[in-house]
Each structure stands twice: as structure tokens, then as C-alpha cells.
């Protein structure tokens, strides 16, 4: 890959073994990018990688990014273009159990990643960040500057931590950062073992097994939903265009839908589906996010595809298979 014939720009991307890094490997590779994934395989799984480790642009480096100089030397010698730093310790319920480790993964290792750029002279940082950097009530739809209320997890907080980092790092060193605020990710190779996984991953574990779902509460809360291969799209978008200034978007469809509504559309998709049993609501379930997809449309020329019925199509299809 490193041989000085190769015109392809390299990106690195932190997490590549997980569920988002997974897609962001292959859609940079389609975009004709080499990638250099780099993962502990801490939640991330090998078989996610099967497909990019047959491409000859793609290589993997198994390394903790979290610890000093593990990345930067990594950097110093792949020369990236960019960096899309994806790796996080990404569970709200962690963070709040365990909030040394939520720093030393999510802040830290944030540090770290815009230290390596610094020192190899790359370009751009594509940031991970999340719609955990609202607070409650912050707005809807939330906008990126509804930031008046704080975040109300360590997971939240070291996202928009992370940001400002970043951001700092990029006004003083010339390093164009862009903080890609997801909303609720889903699709092929979420992990449903997981106990804090995405409400969509959980249901279609379900309703492929048979088995009916849970709705906590009255399941008209809403979430923004959007698609894996809508993000991955959005993370090529700002790791390759040209021109692009640093600043935060959102990374959603802004169509909020509720939870009711999901297990109706996997009803009408799985044959015999089994009715949602009905528990009480959950202590802090925020009732309603949604977020304002216009910045993105505007800085990135992204706006979101994939209906959630069309996902959730796919999802029902890949577990038929
Ligand atoms: N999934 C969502 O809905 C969502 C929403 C908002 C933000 N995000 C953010 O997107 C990113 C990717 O999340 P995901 O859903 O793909 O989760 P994931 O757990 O599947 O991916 C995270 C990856 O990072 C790796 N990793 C963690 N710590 C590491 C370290 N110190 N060194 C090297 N690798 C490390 C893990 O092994 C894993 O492969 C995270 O930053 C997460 O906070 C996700």
C-alpha cells in the first residue's frame, strides 16, 4: 500500500472493526481511499473486517489508541491524508458506571488523535461525535447550536469535550475538523448481544427469532434513525471533499419516528409476527430527538437516503438469510 506508485489517499480510521468503522472502511474504499484501520477489538468483531481485508488497499493494525505514542507512530509512518477517529468507549450506561474509563477512551484518546495529526501533518480529523451532546430539552428539532442545556452522561460530555479539543487543535495547527454528530445508527453488523444496544437491532433480533418485542412505556417516544450506510456516506463525504471549513453537524434524517411505529413496520415485514408485550416506561428514557439535518445539507451536500422502512427491509432480509 505505502509504495510511492500508489496516488490513492490513505485514511485512518480509528474503530474500524466496529459497526460504523466497518461501513466507513468499505465506503472509503469504493470512494477509491486506502484505508489503514486501526481497533483493540474491544466491541469490535473480525468478521466486520472480512470484507475489507480482501481489498488490497486496506490494511489492519491491531493497537490500543487510547495509549501514548501507540497512534502516532502509526500516523508518522502511514502518512494519512485524514484521520476518522470512530474508536470510543461507546456505551451511555458505561460511561456513567465507569466515568476514568469514559475519559481515558473518549477524551484522552481524542487528545491523542489530534496530537498524531499534529505531529504527521495531516490535514483532517472526521469526529465521531453523537446527538449525547444535547441536553434534555434542548430543542426540536435540535440544532448544533443548542448546546445551553449540558450533556447529562460522562459518554455525552466527553463527546463534546472532544469536539472542543479537536476544534482547538484545528484553529492552531491548520487541521480541518469535522465533528460528525450521529443520531441513532442502525443496521447490518450492530451487535444485538450487546445489553445497551440500539432499540432497532434489538427488535429485529427478535421478531427474526419468533419472539415478541418489548415497548417500554406508551411507545410513542421518537427517535432519528438513520441508517449505517447514510453515515458511512456522510464520513466519506467529509473526509474527501475538497474545500470543506472544521465545524459540527448533525448526522440524521429529521423525521422523527417512534418506537410503536418500528415494531409495526417489522410486523408487516416478518410473516406471523408475534404482538409487543408492554412493560412500564424506563426512568430518564428521553421522550422525544430529533435533529435538524439542514447544516450537514449544507456543509457536506449530505441529506439522508435510506427510509427507515427501506432499513428496516434490509435488516429483516439480512436475518431471513
Ligand atoms: N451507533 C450509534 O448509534 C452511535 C451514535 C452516536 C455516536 N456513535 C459513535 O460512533 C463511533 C462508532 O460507534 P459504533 O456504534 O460503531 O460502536 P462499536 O463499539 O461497534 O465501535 C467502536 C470501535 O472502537 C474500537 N475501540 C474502542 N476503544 C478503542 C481503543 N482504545 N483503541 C482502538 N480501538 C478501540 C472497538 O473495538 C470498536 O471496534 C463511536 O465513537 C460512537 O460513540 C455511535
Redesign the pocket.
Known sequence: MHNPGNRRPVVLV????????SHVNEALLRAGCAVVG????????RE?LRSALEAPDFTLRE?????PGVLAAIAAEVRPAAIV??????SVQESVADPDLNFR??VQ?THLVAEAARASGVARIVF?????VYGEGAGEPLRESDLRTPPISP?GAA?LASESLLLGHGASYGITIRCH??????GPR??PRSPYS?VISLFAREFSAGRPVTIYGDGEQTRDFVSVHDVARAVVLAATRPGLASGAANICTGRPISVNRLAAIFGSLVPGASAPRREPARPGDIRHSVGDPSRAAADLGFGAEWAVEKGLGELAGTRAA
Open positions: 480509528t474503530g474500524a472493526a466496529g459497526f460504523i468503522g486501526v481497533d483493540n477489538f474491544r466491541t469490535g468483531r466486520n493497537a490500543d489508541v487510547a495509549e477517529h470512530l474508536a470510543a468507549l461507546v477512551l473518549n484518546a465521531a461525535s453523537s446527538a449525547a459518554y463527546k454528530r450521529f443520531f441513532n445508527v442502525y450492530q451487535d440500539g
